[in-house]
């Protein structure tokens, strides 16, 4: 089943290659979407695909292989859009 979730990434996650380490997640687990910084420091990190592959990306966000520091990641479930590339901006 093709799920999407959208997660909100607090801590120090900008300016440490955080996105880049989203993205790598993503394509290994070949899951489409998009990681963005946010104005107010967090990054928003947005995954579709199977829901297995959403779940451990999800579980991976704030693990020890992170760069920066995570200090929280809220997420969402949200109605699939039908992305098909991770873009990162």
């Not at 607090?10 to 910084?37: E, I, K, M």
């Amino acid at each position: 089943m093709t799920v999407r979730a959208v997660a909100l990434v607090s801590g120090s996650v900008q300016g440490v290659g955080y996105r880049w380490f989203v993205r790598g997640l993503a394509d290994d687990a070949g899951l489409a979407g998009s990681a963005t910084n946010l104005p107010d420091g967090r990054v928003e990190v947005v995954l579709e695909g199977a829901e297995d592959a959403v779940a451990a990306v999800l579980r991976a966000l704030d693990g020890p292989q992170a760069p920066g520091a995570v200090s929280r990641v809220e997420s969402r479930r949200e109605p699939v859009h039908g992305m098909r590339t991770f873009t990162t901006a």
